[in-house]
């Protein structure tokens, strides 16, 4: 008896683990009718206020007149930790022409997060810890890394869920830096 348990528990903890990630994915990709969706293009950007990991103080409407690139990140997340560069990059470029880069930092201690912004050479942005995810919640983000432009009028005019990339900052920022 205990033979035939030890061969087929691991054969029952796979298809109990393949049922489980199955149904959590269908979950996933069926959205809630009834639930907001979060930043839809065209729409108003979500709030974003609170204290930013250098201790100071951010608000996305005291910003508006500007364009807005908005990241959602991890220091957990290797792809974030990929992009960051790129995004300081671009935030250093864009500054000229107004642009405001911040990151909503998603469950995770000031201690990494600052050792991430290091790593990776993005010091200078704009941090405001989401701890418990509620900022996140409220701009319908489905994982990290999440990025969200928002334009001078604090419209929501595109979204990017997973890694940005050089091709897609320059063809979505162009037109906001030059508007």
Do not use: K, Y
Not at 61 to 75: C, I, K, M, Q, Y
Not at 78 to 97: F, H, N, S
Not at 145 to 159: A, I, K, Q, S
């Amino acid at each position: 008896m205990s033979v035939l348990r030890t061969r087929l528990w691991p054969a029952l903890v796979l298809v109990v683990t393949a049922a489980v990630g199955a149904g959590l994915a269908a979950g996933l990709d069926t959205p809630d009718r009834s639930a907001p969706v979060g930043a839809s293009t065209g729409d108003p950007a979500p709030p974003i206020a609170g204290t930013t990991l250098d201790g100071g103080r951010f608000d996305l409407a005291e910003v508006r007149g500007h364009p807005v690139l908005v990241n959602v990140f991890a220091s957990w997340c290797g792809p974030c930790r990929d992009e960051l560069p790129l995004l300081a990059e671009a935030g250093r470029q864009g500054q000229p022409a107004g642009l405001r880069v911040v990151g909503i930092n998603l469950r995770d201690g000031p201690d990494a997060v600052r050792a991430l912004l290091r790593e990776t050479g993005a010091e200078t942005m704009t941090v405001v810890p989401d701890p418990d995810g509620t900022l996140a919640i409220g701009w319908g983000v489905r994982g990290v890394p999440e990025t969200f432009l928002v334009d001078r009028d604090g419209r929501v005019v595109d979204r990017r869920q997973g890694v940005v990339t050089r091709q897609w900052l320059e063809q979505r920022l162009g037109p906001l830096l030059t508007g």
